[in-house]
């Protein structure tokens, strides 16, 4: 007993204290790949060896349209190893509130070997001027209608979360990292959140994927049983988009084909830090680059 | 490549397992119609389907062989057949002896052998849903890889579209065996899970507290994944294997990539396999302080998980520093390894290590000094050798109840060869002796990846692997922290892949916690399912 005591005097506090100062020991993460749009030679290269499609390009009219899913991406560096244009970064703060945020794409010329003769425009995200809070259009529209809820929501939970995980179908991948959340060194109960074991406690639900056709059923029972306001983040590149399954006759696909998305978290897996950064935001505390 | 009759094997092949398939092909002249050894410890048999239970008795009985794994091929285009292989590990040679069946493409069938080697049962059951192979006189034919309410279609057969939709699921009334008696009542349990696991779906008959019979609904988490191998490049399979099942990442991937290296006949540089060891160590030591943790915690022990969990993310962080992941993803590739170790990872490593190594120790004695944890430990959840012989039970929660097998031993793979280490056996098969398995391979581990460090060979990080010439056949294999791993490979044009076959060790073992929750209390089921952590995605894939 007094050993025990010992031990965890001795040990001390362990808690990271990030989002308040950077995470200790993260310069090593392989995070998104970072693509220099205006320098692009050649998507097909890393196209060719990214094993998910997340990087993918589409020709016509003597153009290209190259896209970056990060939605897909699994993080692996493939394409940085092929392709000078692009690094991985080692970023993790990726968590955004639209699905088309992540997706990111530019235009260019073509020669006549199929090389970008030059960017005609972007890069661009279609979801990146509608991220964010402010409500678009008129004040009685539905959308302002959704945001002010969803804002009265953000009130609602701001100092009090409950959580209900929900695997849908992952590889238990980002399980492990969820379970990391509940540890000493990221002790997401300093922030008021706890994980539940029922869905009839829980005020969101964070659910991965892809979500099988066997837990379809399931997930949307566990939804329904979810009492309202309630909010459904989706992790990592499975639960995002399919990930490296995709859609297929065992998978229904990404988290939000079968129930809505508030926050979508990419990763493969996501590292606690995202988990954390994606929940919070969730919940309207954006943290993002508040340690730089 | 191929030969018949007995004479003629490869000089190359290992003397015991040379001296097994003279045997064989004696004693089954003309119903053994081809013999193929492509490697020293695989050879691959052509039989007649109805040897094929006279084969497995004499593979078992003279020759010490245990049927490690059971799966189907459509080869309709090809061979005009289906194929059923059947991989006999013969432990004590170091050697595998595949038997090959053939079977017509029309209404194909063969005869069981769950009844002699009950260590078959699901994986026959899963050869019938998936090819629509009818497995005659199987003890409980029931649907097993497939929910009751699918539709009646077999996924794995060639005509089947990989991206076929299937009409939603809407919930199945599957009939479970029904126990009944006076004071007898059912305790559904998932497939959501009050913890943050996987989905699984476990129906618990009791008779006041202790349970009468446990029975499991997996597959829950089927995601196609071998039929996805199909349709991938073989580069892309890599990481494909790397999501099968999240914890084991690395041991799939390094099982897929033995099994890829050894269709295409490429040797791996020294280093690449020392790195792979170091890695496969790596993956064990975050998996064994987590289990042990997590054992405590369903004793109620938290404390002691506070600190394994402080111990794995140590772990974690530094698989970041060596691979840019935590789980070690994008480490594994064909021919090698991806990164590198130079002289700061190799420092931060040590540091690990030593860290560890004191730490670990720590955490062993606050567990050992608590004697509430050992009474609830001790004798819970018991595995019998002879049930756990019966089921074929693997890996850890095999070497608990006196199962003396390890393939870093037995089939060295990578850099095991090279090291020295001790393989923990125990014969009581209860959760303290799991934990204590775990224990003791968690100081193998640190010990492996020193010795590893020490020898650290020079020299490059991979062979590149061209283009895989098609029709070839390959078993790879990894002993992961879980147990044995196998991914099977048959190529096609075009660098891809006319099968890939895993076998999780989750796949072998889950019957086992059928037989150990015998007789406990249900508020014992966590502490007795977390002590085998069987991988739902494994199973289901």
């Known amino acids: ?292 | 490549m191929s030969s018949s009759g007995s004479k003629s094997f490869s000089a190359a092949l290992k003397p015991g397992l040379r001296r097994a398939m003279e045997a064989l092909a004696k004693q089954f002249r003309g119903r053994i119609t081809r013999v193929d050894a492509p490697r020293p410890d695989e050879v691959y048999l052509d039989a007649d389907p109805v040897m094929a239970g006279a084969l497995c008795s004499t593979l078992y009985k003279k020759h010490g062989a245990r049927l490690a794994g059971v799966f189907a091929e459509d080869a309709r285009t090809s061979e005009r057949a289906f194929l059923v292989y059947q991989i006999y590990a013969l432990d004590a040679v170091g050697g595998f002896v595949v038997v090959r069946l053939a079977l017509p493409p029309e209404d194909p069938a063969l005869a069981s052998l769950t009844s002699a080697v009950p260590a078959v049962n699901w994986q026959e059951r899963e050869i019938q849903d998936w090819f629509g192979i009818r497995l005659l006189g199987h003890s409980n034919p029931r649907r097993c890889a497939m929910h009751d309410d699918w539709p009646p279609v077999h996924p794995m057969r060639k005509d089947f579209d990989l991206r076929a939709t299937l009409p939603p699921f809407r919930g199945e009334r599957h009939k479970f065996r029904e126990v009944e008696g006076e004071g007898v009542f059912q305790v559904p349990v998932g497939p959501v899970h009050a913890g943050i696991i996987e989905p699984g779906h476990f129906l618990f008959s009791v008779a006041g507290e202790p349970v009468l019979y446990l029975q499991l609904r997996l597959f829950y988490v089927h995601k196609g994944t071998e039929k996805l191998f199909e349709s991938l490049l073989i580069p892309h399979g890599v990481r494909l294997a790397e999501s099968i099942s999240g914890d084991s990442g690395f041991a799939h991937a390094t099982a897929f990539c033995h099994a890829v290296e050894r269709a295409a006949g490429v040797e791996i540089p020294a280093r690449a396999r020392a790195l792979r060891t170091i890695c496969l160590e790596l993956e064990r030591l975050y998996n064994h302080v987590a289990d042990i943790g997590a054992i405590c915690t369903d004793v109620a022990f938290v404390t002691a998980n506070m600190h394994a969990m402080r111990l794995k993310e140590r772990v974690l962080r530094t698989n970041e520093h060596l691979t840019g992941n935590r789980l070690l993803r994008g480490m594994a590739c064909l021919g090698g390894v991806r990164f590198d170790f130079d002289a700061g990872r190799i420092g931060a490593l040590s540091g690990l290590l030593d860290e560890l190594g004191n730490e670990f120790n720590d955490l062993v004695e606050i567990i050992r000094s608590h004697s509430g944890t050992r009474d609830r430990l001790e004798t819970t959840g018991v595995l019998s050798p002879k049930v756990a012989r019966d089921l074929g039970i693997v890996g850890v929660a095999g070497r608990a109840s006196g199962i003396d097998r390890d393939m870093r031993r037995d089939f060295p793979h990578d850099f095991y060869d090279e090291v020295q280490f001790t393989v923990p056996v125990f014969s009581e098969g209860d959760v303290q002796r799991r934990l204590a398995v775990r224990r003791e391979e968690v100081y193998q581990a640190i010990s492996i990846i020193r010795q590893t460090l020490n020898k650290l060979p020079d020299g490059p990080l991979r062979t590149e692997v061209r283009e895989v010439p098609p029709d070839r056949v390959a078993l790879g294999f990894v002993e992961g922290w879980r147990g044995e791993i196998f991914h099977w490979v048959h190529t096609a044009p075009g660098n891809r892949l006319a099968r890939c076959k895993v076998k999780d060790p989750s796949l072998q073992n889950w019957p086992a916690l059928s037989e150990a929750i015998l007789g406990n209390i249900i508020p014992d089921f966590p502490v007795v399912n977390k002590s085998f952590n069987l991988s739902y995605s494994g199973t289901d894939r």
């Open chain 1, 1 to 292: 007993m007094f050993d025990i005591l010992r031990k965890s005097l001795r040990t001390g506090v362990v808690t990271t204290r990030y989002p308040a100062a950077s995470p200790e020991g993260t310069c090593h993460a392989r995070g998104r790949p970072e693509i220099d749009w205006a320098n692009w030679k050649d998507a097909r290269t890393a196209a060719a060896v990214c094993p998910t499609g997340a990087i993918s390009h589409v020709e016509a009219g003597g153009c290209r349209v190259a896209r970056l899913d990060l939605a897909k991406c699994v993080f692996c560096g493939l394409c940085a190893d092929v392709d000078d244009a692009i690094r991985m970064s080692t970023g993790w703060e990726y968590a955004v509130r639209r699905r088309d945020a992540l997706a990111w794409g530019a235009r260019y010329r073509l020669n006549g070997d199929g090389t970008h003769g030059g960017l005609v425009d972007g890069p661009m995200t279609p979801g990146v001027a509608r991220e964010g809070d402010a409500a678009p259009g008129a004040s009685d529209s539905i959308e302002a209608l959704g945001e002010a809820i969803r804002r009265r929501t953000r009130e609602i939970f701001g100092r009090s979360l409950h959580i209900r995980e929900v695997d849908a179908g992952s590889c238990n991948g980002c399980e492990i990292e969820i379970v990391g959340l509940n540890s000493p060194v990221y002790d997401v109960e300093r922030f008021g959140i706890r994980f539940v074991a029922s869905p009839r406690h829980a005020d969101m639900l964070l659910v991965t994927g892809p979500v099988t056709r066997n837990m379809e059923l399931a997930l949307k029972k566990t939804y329904e049983a979810t009492p309202e306001p309630r909010l459904v983040v989706a992790v990592g590149a499975c639960g995002c988009s399919g990930g490296i399954f995709g859609v297929n006759y065992a998978t229904r696909g990404p988290v939000d084909a079968v129930i809505p998305v508030d926050v979508y978290i990419p990763g493969c897996p996501p590292s606690p830090n995202a988990l954390l950064h994606g929940i919070l935001k969730a919940i309207g505390h954006d943290i993002s680059g508040q340690i730089r």
